[in-house]
Each structure stands twice: as C-alpha cells, then as structure tokens.
C-alpha cells in the first residue's frame, strides 16, 4: 500500500471529500447489513408461524427506505471520492506539462515524446485509477468486510465466525504475492506502451519521408512488432490478473462449506436457529464482495504504484538551467561578447566548439557560416543559453547569460530554427504566438516585413486560413516567411536567422533583408546560413570548420583573402550565372 502513502499529500489536501466520502460509504455499508437481518427475522416467523401481512409489509417498507437511502448515498460518495481523483489526475497533468515546458534541450535528449505522452496520459490514469477506485475499494472492503464480521460474531454465533475465518489468511498471502508479481509486469507493460506511443509519433510525423522512400511496409511491421509486445506485456499481467478471482472464489467456497457444516451442527444443538443460519450465509455472501474487492485492490494499487514510481521520476529531474545566479530584472541588451574555450554536448567525448571569440556591437549583423556540422547552431544555442558553458562565457551589456532572467533572456531574442515549426492553427494566431495581444495591423505589417503578405491575401481565407497540422498545407517558402514574420512581431533585441532563408529565392531573400536592414536600426541580428549571399552584408562574418573559427572580417575583407569564403562564394556565384544562363538558352 505504499501508493497510499506516497499520494498522502493529497489526500490531505482533500481532506474534506475524502473524509465525507469515507463516512458515507461506511454508512452504505452499515445500511448493507441490514437486509440479510431482516430475512433472518422473517425466516424465524416463517418457521413460528408468527408471520402476519402486517409485519411482512413492515419489513419490506423497512427494506424500501433501506434501498432509497442506499440509492442516494452512492451518488454522494462517487461524487466526493471520484471527483477527488479528478482532480489529481488534473494537477498531476498540469504538473507534468509545466516540467515539461521547463526543462532543458538536455532531458528531452534523453527522454522521446512517445514516452512522455505516455506518462501523461496512461500513467496519470492509472494513478488516477488508485486514488479514486482504490480508496472506494479499500475503505469499503475494510468497512464492509470489519462490519459483516462483526455483526456474525455479536449477533450470530462467534465460534461459526471464527471457523468461518479460518482460510482467511491464505487467502491474505496469495493475493499479497501476486499483487508483487503484478507491480513487476504492469511496469514492463507500461514501458512497452510507451515505446508503442515513440513508435506511432515517429511514424505519423515522417509518413512523407516513408512514402517518398517506399517504406511503408517496413514502418507498418516495425508497428507490429511493438503492438505485438505490448500485447505479449498486458497478456503476462492479465495472466496474474486472472488468479486473484479463483482465489478468492476458492477461500470463499470453502469457508461456505464450513458454514454450512458447522453450523448445520449448531443448529441441531440449539446454538442457533434456521432463520439466524439464513442471515449468516447471507452475511457470508456479503464478505464475497470484500473479499473480492482485496484481490482488486492489489491490482489497482500495483498498477498505480508502478505508475505513480514512473511519474515521480519524471517529475525528480531537476532543471539545470535556472535563474538561481540571476541578478538582471531587465531584457539582455547591448553589445555580445563571446569567449568560449570548449563545449561538447552532454554525454559526448568530442567537442563541438573551441576557441570561439567574438565581439558584435549592438545595431551590428554577425554572419556565421560554414560546412554543415561546423558548429554554427551550436553557437546560437549557446547564445539563448540552451545549454551552460563550463569552459568560457558569453556577456550581453557586459552581463554573463547566467545573469538574466530565464524569461528576460528569451524575451531579448527573435529566433527563426531551422526547423520552423508551425500549429495547426490560422496563420494570424501563428504569428501572433510571439505576442498573443498582437492586433491584425501590427501582424499584417510583420508579415509585409517577410514578404508573406501578398501570399497570404491570396488564400481564400486570407490570415484565417488554417494551416494544417506542422504547415503541411503551406510551401516550405511560405513556412519559413511565417516564421520570420512571428520572430520579428515582437520587435526583439536580438533576431536570429539560423538558416531560415534556405527556401526562398535570391530575390526575396533580398527583399526580406532589405526590410529587416530598414525596419531593424539600432537591432542585432545573428544569420547563420549555407547561401553566402545571405550575409555578405553584415558587419562580421565568422566561417567554422569543425568548431573553430578559420576566418573572421566583413564580405570585402574575406573576399581579398584566399579562403574558404572567397571559395565558396565564387562557386555560388557561377551556381547561379549557370542557372541564370540555363533559364535564358530555355527562352
């Protein structure tokens, strides 16, 4: 029953449905005894030919109130006790999406979104399952089971009572032992739900990538082979599941043929009579359900024991970016410092940044640039302190990251990824998530800034047409220009282009920087990219290769030297003269 204590802190937090649950389930249960009593007493008028229409109408009108009471009493305590663990399914769930929200690039490098999903939703309803089903199945087992005991023994014959409890403690040693292999078997189930759940994620997202290569088949057997463990996993628990009712059903015949015997005996002794014999195998009758109800209860407990475990590791990580030595209340502004000696990623031997040292003037564009792998999204990890840097420091305003605020910090920054996710909601409410209170002028004049806007008036539904879950009905042009345009809405301090003109042409790439090099004075702005054209205008461009810094100065600078830069930008350039020529021998 540890689940119970480990879910003590809110139960005491509900204590006052829990405790109106309790009492009025034990009420319930005192108000069960009563019938088996009364057929007792009609029995024993029956067999004194004292039984009158009157008293026959008066012990039924009894059982009537009986029923009523009892009818009413059951809605009360599901309301109270169900909706208790309601509402901790509620609160674990918010608990769980807020640490989700919270934590690093790091935990979700080591947890995947199937298995998250899972915690969130199968676990959550397993312990929901313990705190709401389990304390109905406790408290009535307990209550019921103590009461019809009790009330055999004062009112009945004790010795029947005790010769009757005699399997009892068996039937306690084997339910106990497979509530333990239980625990065992349900925890392997859930995981295999949860590498289920990985699996159909991974599957729905890239159904294109597994179309375009032919491998459906191969995805559809890889989604077998996990259902079918996750069918062999629930077997094995549905194989212990299965032994608690024969058990229970075996203890329980026995001590019926005990009953039966022994007190057969008594009654020919004169210890009992017939109708006090029919009461007492009606209360026998009424232990069935309490004990049944022990063999369930290990069942719930184990279930929501395992899950509960499986949450409350989830929940134990601890945030390793935080605001413990923030200082700042303000947004990061100013000039960008960086000096970084090393960096590898967590759990990887290689590093994947050294000697990294620059400094970007507030109002300036830095342009990083560099085979793919060299280290460029690392830097603009960095930069939004996705990650600490153990071995070096980057300042903005001459204040480290570490100084601001968590909120400040992403509040400084307009970031456009690589991968440019978008919700399956209108293009308006796309834009406006940077700033919910956005209104259609400032979301529309964003969107101009990002040459989207003509693109947009175009739909049918202009800025409320729904964009399909990830922007699948959106061109990968027109994703990364709604992108654009909800970085820029907030007007950050620092805008981030981490390869994000990779779909458009060369003429609206130099649409967009134009507008961004007006409409952002004064602002930093960060472009990382493989088009060289992309960057040639900023103030400072940087070239990586394998995580170190090869070349360093303006367009013009890198242009006299004989580089990477030089090189790449020439090939680029007759890349282009080539496709220009091509389209001009077509016409």
Not at 152 to 173: E, G, R, V
Not at 520 to 542: D, E, F, P
């Amino acid at each position: 029953m540890k689940v119970f204590k480990d879910l003590w802190w809110f139960f005491k937090k509900e204590k006052v449905s829990y405790g109106l649950g309790i009492v009025v389930l034990a009420l319930v249960s005192l108000l069960t005894l009563t019938p088996p009593l009364i057929v007792g007493i009609i029995v024993d008028h029956i067999v004194d030919v004292t039984l009158t229409i009157n008293i026959l109408l008066m012990w039924v009108g009894v059982l009537l109130l009986i029923g009523i009471l009892t009818y009413g009493l059951r809605f009360v305590w599901r309301v109270l006790i169900f909706g208790a663990s309601i509402r901790l399914a509620r609160l674990l769930r918010n608990r769980l999406y807020e640490h989700f929200t919270n934590m690093s690039h790091r935990f979700y490098q080591r947890h995947r979104t199937g298995d998250l999903m899972a915690h969130a939703t199968n676990d959550i309803r397993a312990v929901q399952m313990t705190a709401g089903q389990g304390v109905l199945t406790l408290v009535d087992s307990l209550t019921m089971g103590g009461f019809v005991i009790i009330t055999m023994a004062a009112t009945i014959n004790w010795k029947l009572t005790l010769i009757c409890l005699i399997p009892m403690p068996f039937m306690a040693y084997l339910t106990s032992y497979y509530g333990t292999l239980l625990h065992k078997r349900f925890h392997l189930a859930q995981s295999a739900f949860s590498q289920l759940n990985d699996t159909v994620q991974e599957s729905v997202t890239g159904v294109r990538v597994a179309k375009t290569f032919g491998q459906e088949e191969d995805e559809i057997n890889r989604f077998k082979d996990k259902s079918n463990e996750v069918v062999e996993r629930n077997v094995a628990v549905a194989k212990i599941d299965a032994l608690f009712d024969p058990t229970i059903s075996l203890i329980v015949g026995i001590s019926y043929f005990l009953a039966v015997v022994f007190g057969a005996r008594f009654v020919i002794a004169d210890e009992m009579t017939i109708g006090q014999l029919t009461s007492f195998t009606l209360y026998l009758g009424l232990l069935i359900w309490p004990m049944l109800a022990f063999g369930w209860l290990f069942n719930i407990v184990e279930r929501g024991r395992a899950s509960y475990d499986r949450i409350s590791s989830l929940l134990a990580e601890k945030q390793d970016i935080t605001d413990d030595f923030a200082k700042s209340d303000n947004k990061a502004t100013g000039d960008i410092d960086v000096s970084i000696q090393k960096f590898s990623y967590p759990g990887s031997d290689d590093y994947a940044l050294q000697d990294i040292e620059f400094t970007l003037k507030q109002g300036q564009t830095l342009g990083i640039v560099g085979k793919t792998g060299s280290g460029k999204s690392t830097i603009i990890r960095l930069l939004q302190r996705e990650y600490d840097i153990e071995h070096g420091v980057i300042t903005i305003g001459g204040k480290r990251l570490e100084e601001y605020k968590l909120d400040d910090l992403k509040a400084s920054f307009g970031n456009v990824p690589q991968d440019h996710f978008l919700f399956s909601a209108t293009i308006a409410d796309n834009v406006a998530f940077a700033k919910p209170s956005a209104s259609i002028k400032e979301i529309m004049n964003s969107c101009k800034l990002a040459s989207i806007h003509d693109d947009i008036i175009g739909f049918k539904d202009g800025y409320e047409t729904v964009v399909g879950e990830r922007g699948v009905t959106l061109s990968g042009g027109q994703k990364q220009r709604i992108a654009i345009s909800r970085a820029v809405l907030p007007d950050p301090n620092v805008l981030i282009l981490d390869d994000s003109l990779s779909a458009v042409d060369a003429k609206t790439e130099e649409q967009i920087l134009e507008s961004l090099r007006i409409n952002r004075a004064g602002k930093t702005t960060i472009i990382t990219a493989h088009r060289l054209s992309a960057i040639k205008h900023a103030n400072l461009i940087i070239v990586l290769d394998e995580g170190r810094i090869i070349q360093r100065g303006d367009h013009s600078t890198l242009m006299k030297g004989d580089g990477w830069y030089r090189r790449m930008y020439e090939h680029q350039q007759l890349e282009e003269l080539v496709e220009q020529g091509g389209q001009q021998d077509e016409t």
